[in-house]
């Protein structure tokens, strides 16, 4: 279709007469008054727009994640069998060597864009901070565990710890190998664990979120609360992402699991 100039400019000039239409009746300083009430209400609702567009993005993104990491172990138990069989050893628990084979072995169906094991270069050279306004550590520096960034923007760490039990409740012991962390975002802020920081535990049955109902360890809400968390990361706010959507720990402090899962 041909360009006319002409035409464009006809319909510049109604869509203006339109818009002048709307305000005809009223004076300069009523019209001045509205829209600066319009402007006062914009400047109002859009950083809450703004932050819930973010935390729906968050929950989006740890979902994908879990969906990949669950898979991917499930393929590796295929091909290596349980974690019980997938050292060496010299690959000692809570070692360099342990890590990196962990990491190895469950990323090898993702698509990772670098490898850092105990380098840098995978994680902001930044120390993290937790929801409760604390201090964490700098990932970049961390030693033990085996880091990487994917071709989709996640920076993630392994740490083995062998072949441990841990109690899930009610005299539940489940065989645990280690951990599993991913900042969502990579090096784009905010960097606070429980914002765009999350944790998993590898067990024998799967990887299972932090903070679930079955886990003693970094339990919903005292190891994910924006007041005070009781472990030393604030660990415990992937499960309520993954399974309620939200992340609304972050606005109240009355949530619970078998209640109130929503802030509104």
Known sequence: MKFDKHSCLIRQIRAFKDFKGLFQGFTLAEVLVTLGIIGVVAAMT???LIANHKEKETVARL???YSSI???YLLAKEEYGTPDYWYTDEEVPYSQAASNKMGDILTKNMKILKTCYGGKGCFPDITYKKIDGENATNWDN???IAKYLTNDGYSLFFF????QFQNYGNGVLVKTYGAISIDINGFKKPNIFGRDMFTFSFT???IVPNGAQIKIKNPFPYSCNRTKCTDAWCEGCAAWVIYNENMDYLHCDDLDWNGKTKCK
């Open 204 to 206: 024998e049955q799967g």
């Open 46 to 48: 859009m950083p809450s």
């Open 70 to 72: 669950s898979q991917s």
């Open 63 to 65: 979902k994908k994640f």
């Open 160 to 163: 083995s710890y062998g072949n």
């Open 142 to 144: 961390y030693k033990n």
